[in-house]
């Protein structure tokens, strides 16, 4: 069930800001009322761009002074644009990799199942939501934690479940693996309008 305060941030933002506004029942319920029936006012570039500033906050589940810090190390990195040096940030976070190889249901759940020690990077348990993990990186469910109720039901949420092509996870050896930087390929998030936010 979508939360009144989620339900919110989904109508305002767009249903891409969490995983549960995706379905045809936000849709349906989105659609309801008088607000929406008449045509909403333009946005301004400045909060266009604060728009979209929110939309990866709340995506990723950050903080200001998180994303804020994100796009400074993007922007002082030399070599590929900053918008995609930004998102390589963004994605690299440990909470967001277990998301992504479907360990966990959202965001929310996978940054939970990180801080409680349940994964090893590199033969390490790592308790930090926003470590960044790099090529080469090996992801392991901790052994102490594989019999836990969260992981219950592990081979059936994967079994159609198809990962990013930068990632991978061996449902045998419960392994995951990163293959490669991670690579942008949705269109919901407009990362230039927010480093444009910033360089104001």
Same mark, same amino acid.
């Given at each position: 069930?979508? $939360? ?22 936000? /849709? ?9 029936? /008449?045509?909403? #006012?333009?946005?301004? %570039? *400045? ?10 906050? =709340?995506? *990723?589940?950050?903080? %200001? ?6 796009? #400074? +190390?993007?922007?002082? $990195? +030399?070599?590929?644009? $900053? ?10 976070? &440990? @909470? ?6 479907? &360990? ?6 996978? /940054? ?6 349940? =994964?090893?990077?590199?033969? #390490? ?11 080469? @990186? ?9 019999? #836990?109720?969260? =992981? ?5 949420? &994967? ?7 930068? &990632?991978? =996870?061996?449902?045998?050896? $419960? ?26």
């Amino acid at each position: 069930m979508l $939360t009144k305060p989620k339900f919110k941030i989904c109508r305002r933002l767009g249903p891409g800001v969490y995983d549960k506004c995706q379905t045809p029942k936000f /849709r349906v319920a989105s659609g309801k009322g008088g607000s929406l029936s /008449r045509r909403p #006012k333009a946005p301004s %570039e *400045y909060g266009a761009q604060l728009i979209e500033k929110q939309k990866i906050r =709340f995506s *990723y589940g950050i903080t %200001e002074r998180q994303l804020s810090n994100y796009v #400074k +190390k993007a922007s002082n $990195t +030399k070599g590929a644009g $900053t918008a995609e040096k930004l998102y390589e940030g963004l994605e690299s976070r &440990l @909470d967001n990799v277990i998301y992504r190889m479907g &360990l966990g249901v959202s965001r929310r759940a996978a /940054r939970q199942m990180v801080s409680h020690g349940h =994964f090893i990077v590199n033969d #390490k348990k790592v308790t930090i939501p926003s470590y960044e993990v790099k090529s080469g @990186d090996i992801i392991k469910i901790r052994e102490g934690s594989k019999a #836990k109720k969260i =992981f219950n039901n592990i081979a059936q949420n &994967l079994k159609d479940y198809n990962p990013p092509v930068w &990632l991978s =996870f061996d449902l045998n050896s $419960t392994e995951g693996k990163i293959l490669d930087k991670p690579k942008n390929t949705e269109g919901f998030l407009d990362l230039n309008a927010v480093l444009e936010f910033y360089s104001r």
